[in-house]
């Protein structure tokens, strides 16, 4: 084994220091010249000093204010990263991270509280997708293609918006101390869509929320499958569609803790005895649950194997954080 003292590579360019592990240099490792300073290498072909006047650091393609530059977010992306990265911009603003890292082929997750999100990060996304020609598109060759996910979720307001509880429950939680009204709250409003009411699940494909988009409140789909992936923690493969004459089936499959995990929604709101028998027949047939090591499902059902997964989308949901993993 080295010395200790022999495993480090790193050079102090002060002249006359040695510090321990650190090899003090005065002249050019490569040309042997005493007069030289350290440049940190970009691209092959510039040279970066820590000054970048060389590139414009903003643009005005979305008419955003604070827009910065392709060619800023190319050089930064490709100074830390290599393709298949993950990019993260948790102030995405009108989306030039994002959009650079699709060019750039990156993964990439952005955030963004403004209500403009809709007519400019999302407006942009969809334009590189169809290959539009503006920032760094015309340098790399841009032409389009690709996929990118967005969610919108639910804020304090909405959650608070949803909230029901009938009109003598709401009188008399105005008599109550915070402590008696908290606990109230809890027990009234069990079966409001904010807090996951569970006979909503056996519609899993209408399930709706209020929701106040630019002052206007609009009764919304929310994607209850997709949620319950994110709580799970699935690590998702593929996500499919069946059709059984009319009846429609939407099964993820995908990884979670080295297991093979398989989750089934249909809707199951007035099914009786035969419409169980049928369910379980055309999994079966379809081969919907095979190879699985869990499988999950919304209500009841008479698949073998499988388990109701309402009980664990409630817990998950409410689960303080950290203690999310696991199929249990
Ligand atoms: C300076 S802009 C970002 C500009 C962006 N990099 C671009 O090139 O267009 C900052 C953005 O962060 C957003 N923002 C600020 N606080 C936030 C927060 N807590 N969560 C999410 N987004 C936030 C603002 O709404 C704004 O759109």
Redesign the pocket.
Known sequence: MKKKENRYKYYDVTPNKVIYGVQAIDRCLACSDDDWRVDYLGAPTVNLSNLWLDIES??NT?G??????EAL?KRVIELASDKGDWIL?????????AAVAHKIQRKYIG????S??DD??LLRLKKVLAGETVGISKEIGWAGGGAFKYIYLESYEDALNNIEFNEAAGQTALKFDDYLLSYMLDWETRESPTRLNLQQLASPFAYKLKITRQQEITNQAVDIPETFAYLLGLDVSTRRVYDDNGRRYLVYRGALDHREVVVVWRDTAKWEQKDYERDKTFVAAQKIAEGADDVFVNGDSLIPGARSLDGVFKSRMFAPMGGMRGAN
């Open positions: 903003y643009a979305t955003f204010f604070t827009e910065n530059s977010l911009d948790f102030f995405l603003g009108s989306g030039t991270t955030v963004e509280v403004g403009y999100f400019k990060a």
